[in-house]
């Protein structure tokens, strides 16, 4: 259970990136088949779960940021 807690926000973010990336391909998309990203559902998903990953992994509360002086 810890470990759902622990990346909980950063596996909310892959799956919403995920749902997104499926629904521009499948709404928005590119019909000619020339867009290495929108044409192909697989790759729009990766690449915006991807994006939901990292922006999932960026809310971090609790941690302190310690800036070292040099």
Same mark, same amino acid.
């Given at each position: 259970? $810890?470990?759902?807690?622990?990346?909980?926000?950063?596996?909310?973010?892959?799956?919403? +990136?995920?749902? %997104?990336?499926? !629904?521009?391909?499948?709404?928005?998309?590119?019909?000619?088949? $020339?867009?290495?990203?929108?044409?192909?559902p697989y790759m729009?998903?990766?690449?915006? +779960?991807?994006? %939901?990953?990292? !922006?999932?992994?960026?809310?971090?509360?609790?941690?302190?940021?310690?800036?070292?002086?040099?």
């Amino acid at each position: 259970m $810890s470990y759902f807690r622990q990346y909980f926000w950063r596996i909310v973010g892959a799956l919403l +990136g995920v749902l %997104g990336g499926f !629904l521009y391909w499948r709404f928005i998309g590119c019909s000619s088949g $020339s867009c290495p990203i929108t044409s192909n559902p697989y790759m729009s998903m990766f690449w915006f +779960g991807l994006i %939901g990953l990292l !922006l999932g992994s960026s809310n971090k509360k609790g941690e302190k940021r310690v800036d070292r002086q040099e």
